[in-house]
């Protein structure tokens, strides 16, 4: 069946770093492309980026651009966000999920990260 | 801002018919999926494309859409229901991604 684990959540100082990655399991991780969106506590989903299939093409959210990178190793089933300039206002669970063109079929259980000094 | 906008708040009497929708302007070229989040569980998939059904969601469950407005209607609303409910779809520009604000469905 299809896993999505997350991890790498955690306290983090304004900012600070941190990456996330996201363990595929259970489908040809290859064929798909992937996506974070995340949710602040008491608040709404939020998309965050997209990685195409081959890595040949990403995109952001506003609010995130120029501080976050998505990226995904085919090889080992995985997907990543590198943040840096971390802000309180990113404290959220980040969620990754396998984007179907149609939706968002499977998400994983999220990873917490918490800026705050 | 979210470009999709949702009622915050939405309430049903038990085993009657309810219907969130959702508005924008991307509505118009993209469909929108819905998904239901229940408190500390991620979202989960109910509607997609013209009015798909994932493997396991109710019959109950079913999307329209019409000019900026998609639909999501629940015939018979189980206790169970009871969730936050958001739809999601492209921006006006199709390059990037937006969910609704959410709307909050109280079963009564």
């Known amino acids: 069946q299809v896993q999505l684990v997350e991890s790498g959540g955690g306290l983090v100082k304004p900012g600070g770093s941190l990456r996330l990655s996201c363990a595929a399991s259970?489908?040809?991780?290859?064929?798909?492309?992937m996506s974070w969106i995340r949710q602040a506590p008491g608040k709404g989903l939020e998309w965050v980026s997209y990685?195409?299939?081959?890595?040949?093409?990403?995109n952001y959210a506003d609010s995130v651009k120029g501080r976050f990178t998505i990226s995904r190793d085919n090889a080992k089933n995985s997907l990543y966000l590198q943040m840096n300039s971390l802000r309180a206002e990113d404290t959220a669970v980040y969620y990754c999920a396998r984007d179907d063109s149609s939706g968002y079929h499977y998400w994983g259980q999220g990873t917490l990260v918490t800026v705050s000094s | 801002s979210s470009e999709l906008t949702q009622d915050p708040a939405v309430s049903v009497a038990l085993g009657q018919t309810v219907r969130i929708t959702c508005q924008g302007d991307?509505?118009?070229?993209?469909?929108a999926s819905w998904y239901q989040q229940k408190p500390g569980q991620a979202p989960v998939l109910v509607i997609y494309?013209?009015?798909n059904r994932p493997s396991g969601i109710p019959d109950r469950f079913s999307g329209s859409s019409s000019g900026n407005t998609a639909s999501l209607t629940i015939t018979g609303a189980q206790a169970e229901d009871e969730a936050d409910y958001y739809c999601n779809s492209r921006d006006s520009s199709g390059n990037l991604v937006v969910f609704g604000g959410g709307t909050k469905l109280t079963v009564l």
């Open positions: 990685i195409s299939s081959s890595s040949s093409y990403t």
């Open positions: 259970g489908f040809t991780f290859s064929d798909y492309y």
């Open positions: 991307s509505l118009r070229s993209y469909y």
């Open positions: 494309g013209k009015n």
